[in-house]
Structures are given as structure tokens and as C-alpha cells.
């Protein structure tokens, strides 16, 4: 976590530098970790794990249900709902453009998609799966898995590592270009309203884009902590602070309250807000963050304008066909 | 019900009648009622509307999540999981080819799709929505609906009674031609191998197909008694007599163990087997149809042929895009 603290560091001081932001467009490639370079067998692959319910222990949740790709990339809920309708403390974070955070999570304690795509299977309140020796028993006995991984990776292909593999490939060709922002960032000043080039304008006076940054509007999935200035009201009313972020996993208190820098792409489409996703709407969310990261108080109008902002960052989502999922013939897991 | 119970005994009648079964193919489209014809516009509405899982109380379950359109129509699972992980007692029979059961439910209570369309959203152990007034309120909240339903029905058009008819009409193009058999029965004699034909001939012969006929293998789906002949052992293991199917509706003794005969299509895929799942392969439901409906006991070939048969009934699922849901933006339901 060495080098996580010093990114950390690193970022606090870009954050208090008075710099003109470079707004950046989307890219509409993702790019790959060296050892899995995305290719459309494995995209394919991996697009029907992901929407395959059969990697729960009920047969009821796939990484679908909560990252959900029909809408902005979750579920619109406070916390996520698992296998028998159990729920945890932190609110899915969208799939879309997740290929451009560094690190995943809320807590950022996954370093890369592969490794985030292995946790939740076997998180017994979310998918609920023993171990992954399960999951591939399952995948070996589901007769059409063996050709697709054949075609993704080789000959008996089946296993943990090749999974988790193809999911983040389908993952890394889920990007939502070309929104209002990037049109305007392109040079088509009419994409954005007057209201909305206001609401980015004010975004870089009051210091937004110090952590929000880059393509992905997300530091690059930097860590920041949140909230950085305490306020008793929003404390009482939100209750940030419970979650202790990425000191829930490295039990060093320097950790405390460190979390992954959201992408703001797509954010009017992901309420409710922040990562434990007790702000129900979006004028809110502006308002907090303004006031515990950055200790300004927002008018109605500074609000008004950066929520306009914010729904112009809403991309093209990339038509999709359906996976028809292999069959059990005659037999059933549950 | 009068009308249902004359079907019942024509039935009857029919099954004991020793004519060649017509075996047929599946049409490519499905009949319409007249006051819901099909059109595209519809069919991509209810589409949406199909997938949305904001049609259920914690927006987590979606028609799709029970009768799953990735996967052979249903969720391989007993009994299906609703809000809050609850489950009902009995297994969410296909929606792949329903339009052609003239009822619809196991116990048939709803004469069509649309009827059957609104039963689920208001179900407190299925979708859990209070009443159809909050999801026409959802709906209305919901940007980007307005304009679908427009396309489909004219101007404010947002009502359970269009929403339910999209829905119908959507499921009204969920058809999957082409199986071995629809190959074999139009003339190519190598669709089937030697066992799947033998086990064609041996439902005939033994009277399978006193219900299972017409294109959906389904009586085109009409009501039959289940189980017709007691059998204690298999009382004891699947526990089939503790649900009494229409009588549940009518409170009608008559209506005992009556039961929409499920179709056979795709039926490999869509274990585990009966009105309450509780047989888990294809060979064990063979057995038991055999001896609780016909009084037969099979041999270990009988039902090995018919079971390869069975699997000659899967048929080609239809390409689908998968819809992208209009968003809420900024603001959430849960």
C-alpha cells in the first residue's frame, strides 16, 4: 500500500495547484494489461459471464443485476441487493468506463479489473458462490463454456483466472463516448448549454477538477479522502464517515477514509450518491462534495449550473446483442 | 371457468382417442388479439419495460430476472427469487414461446399474455410494486419513457393497460424455430438420429402427445389433471398434490390438480421439471409423467429415447439487442 499512499501524496499537491484544467474526451479504446489483451472471443466470453446468473449460489445474481449494462452501469440503489436479498454498506459503482480507474472498488484494494472481477462471486453476500473451485466446477458442467473459452484461450481453458480474464475484457469495451462534453471539448461549442459551459467553468474555479481529472473525470482512479473537511450536519445526515474506505482493508489508520476517486461520466444516471449511497440526488451530491472537500458553501445558481454540467457527461452507450447463455441440458445447479 | 372445464373434457376425449399425432412446426410469428395487433414499436417498448427491473419495489428484479430471455426463458431454479430473496412455491415456467398457450400460469388463470403481464409487478413475493398506480407513477417519472410509449400507443399513453400490452406484444416475438425436429418434421430425415426418432415414435405410442401436441407441444395450452393416476412414492419424493392449481383460483373442487400443460419446447433447457421444480432432470420427469399420467413404467431405454428426443426440441433463439433503459437522471426510486 506503499505506493498507494504516495500516489495519494502526489495527488493532494496536483489538487492544490492553481492550474488550468485540461478537459480531456473519452477515449474509445480502453487500454490492456499486458498479460490479457482484449480480443472478441474473449469480449464475447466474457460478455455471458457477466450477464450469467449461474455464478451466484441461488442463480439469481450475475454482475448484471448490480452493474447493470441495460442502465448507467448499477443498480440506483443505496446498497447493492445480493443472493437472498441480503445487502451490503456501499453502493455499486458503475461499469461503464470503470477501464479507465486504476485501481477498483470504492476502496480501490483491487488493482485491476481481473483482480475486482474475482471478489464479488465469492462474497457471501453478494453472489454468494463457496469458492471459485465451485464456480468452475459449475462453468466445466455447463456444456458450451469449454468452446467459448477454447476460442478465448486455448484447450481446456476453464478456470478462475481465464474467467475473471474475460470479464474484464468485456468490460474494457464498455465506454460511452462522444456525450455533449466531448462534442464541446471537440470543438462543437453548441453542445453545451450556456448554463452548462458555466457549470464547467465553475467547476475549475472551486477546485472540482483537482481530484475530478482526465478522460474519465476521476483523477485517473486516483485515492482521495472523503469527506477531508468534517461537518457535523452532513455527518449526521449522510453518515460518511462509518465506512473507513481503504483502512477497512489495510488496517492502517493513515488509510482512513481513502476512497477511489469516482469517473463523474454518466453520473446523472447513477444516483443514489457516494459510496455509501445515502444522497439521493444529484443538486445534493454538488452540494456536500463542495462543502466537505473544498469548504465552499454553493449557491442555488453555482448548484443549478454544475448539475446542468454534470448531465452533459452522459456518453452513447454502444449497441449491444444479447448473449444467449449455454444451456444444462436436463439438469439444473439449484 | 365453465368454459375451461368443457375444454378439460374435450380433451379428455381427445387423449383417448387413438389417431397419428400431427406433429408440427413452429410458426415463425405468433397470433395477436385484436385489440393489441403487433408492431415494432410495441414490441421494442415492452422490451424495455421486460428488462426494467424499476418495475419491482427494490429495483432489483425484473420480468428477465425469472424468465430470463439470456437463458431458456426461466431461471432453472424450483421456485423463482423475488424482492428480498423470497421465493413462492412454484417454478417460473418459459417464457420462450408463451404465445402459444392459450392460458397462461400453471394454474391458467389469465386468458392471455397481457393479463398474465400484470400479475407479477404487484405479487408482494415477486416485484412487489403496492399497486399498478405506483408503477404508471414510476414509469411517468422515468424521462425517455414518455416518448416510447408515444411511438407505441400516441400521446400520454403511460397506463398499466399499455404498459401490459407492450409487454404481451414483446413476448409475442420470443419464437424459437427451427429445431431438430422442426428440421426433421419439415423433411430433413437427418435432423434427428435414430434414439430421437425412436423416442418420437414411443410418445406417440405411448400417449404423450394426447397433451403435448400441436406446434408447442402444449395441447396448444390447455388444462390437464396433474398427477391423473395417485402413485404414493412419487407423492412422498415431489410432494406434486400439495398445490391444487385452478382449484387455488375457483376454490372449486373440480378444478382439483388442474394445470395448463406446460410446452416441451426448449423443455431440456428449462429444468427443474413440474409446477413446483421439484424434479431436477429431464430422465426423472419422463419417469413420473409415464406413471402418474399414462400409469406406464418405462424402461431405462423408453426413457433414454424419449430424453434424447426431448433434447431435439430446442430451438434457435433469435438474435435480440439489448435494450438500453432510460435513465432517471439525478434522481433515484430506492
Known amino acids: 500500500m506503499f505506493k498507494i499512499r504516495l500516489l495519494v501524496s502526489a495527488l493532494a499537491l496536483a489538487g492544490s495547484l492553481s492550474v488550468a484544467n485540461a478537459w480531456e474526451t473519452l477515449p474509445t479504446e480502453a487500454p490492456a494489461p499486458a498479460d490479457n489483451p482484449t480480443t472478441p472471443e474473449k469480449v464475447e ?11 451466484s449460489s441461488t442463480g439469481t445474481v450475475s454482475c448484471s443485476s448490480c452493474h447493470n449494462t441495460m442502465l448507467g452501469g448499477e443498480d440506483n440503489r443505496p446498497n447493492s441487493m445480493g443472493v437472498h436479498g441480503q445487502t451490503g454498506g456501499r453502493s455499486a459503482p458503475t461499469v461503464w468506463n470503470s477501464a479507465f480507474n486504476s485501481v477498483q472498488f470504492w476502496d480501490g484494494r483491487a488493482p485491476s479489473l481481473e483482480a475486482q472481477a474475482a471478489g464479488p462471486v465469492t462474497n457471501p453476500i453478494e453472489m454468494g458462490m463457496k469458492s471459485w473451485d465451485d464456480v468452475v466446477a459449475r462453468l466445466k458442467a455447463i456444456e458450451g463454456y469449454d468452446k467459448a473459452f477454447e476460442q478465448a484461450f486455448g484447450k481446456d481453458a476453464i478456470s478462475k483466472d481465464n474467467a475473471t480474464k474475460a470479464i474484464a475484457a468485456y468490460e474494457r469495451t464498455l465506454i460511452t463516448p462522444n456525450s455533449p462534453y466531448d462534442q464541446y471539448v471537440n470543438g462543437n461549442k453548441a453542445a453545451l448549454t ?29 485515492f482521495q479522502r472523503f469527506p477531508v473537511i468534517g461537518n457535523d450536519y452532513f455527518e449526521a445526515q449522510y453518515h460518511f ?27 446523472a444516471l447513477t444516483a443514489p450518491y457516494f459510496h455509501n449511497g445515502s444522497v439521493k440526488t444529484l443538486e445534493q451530491a454538488v ?42 441440458p436436463g439438469k439444473t445447479f439449484n
Open 194 to 222: 450556456t448554463q452548462q459551459v458555466s457549470g464547467m467553468t465553475k467547476m475549475e474555479e472551486l477546485g472540482c477538477t483537482g481530484c475530478h481529472s482526465g478522460p474519465a473525470l476521476n483523477g485517473g482512479g486516483a
Open 287 to 328: 452540494t456536500v462534495m463542495a462543502k466537505v472537500q473544498l469548504g465552499k458553501d454553493l449557491s442555488k445558481d453555482d448548484v443549478a449550473d454544475i448539475t446542468a454540467f454534470l448531465n452533459a457527461l452522459t456518453g452513447e452507450f454502444p449497441k449491444q446483442t444479447m448473449p444467449q447463455l449455454p444451456g444444462t
Open 45 to 55: 466470453l466474457g460478455k455471458m459471464l457477466y450477464h450469467d446468473p449461474r455464478l
Open 241 to 267: 464517515k462509518k465506512d473507513q474506505g481503504l483502512a477497512e482493508v489495510t488496517k492502517n489508520e493513515a488509510d482512513a477514509h481513502l476512497f477511489k476517486v469516482p469517473t463523474l461520466r454518466n453520473i
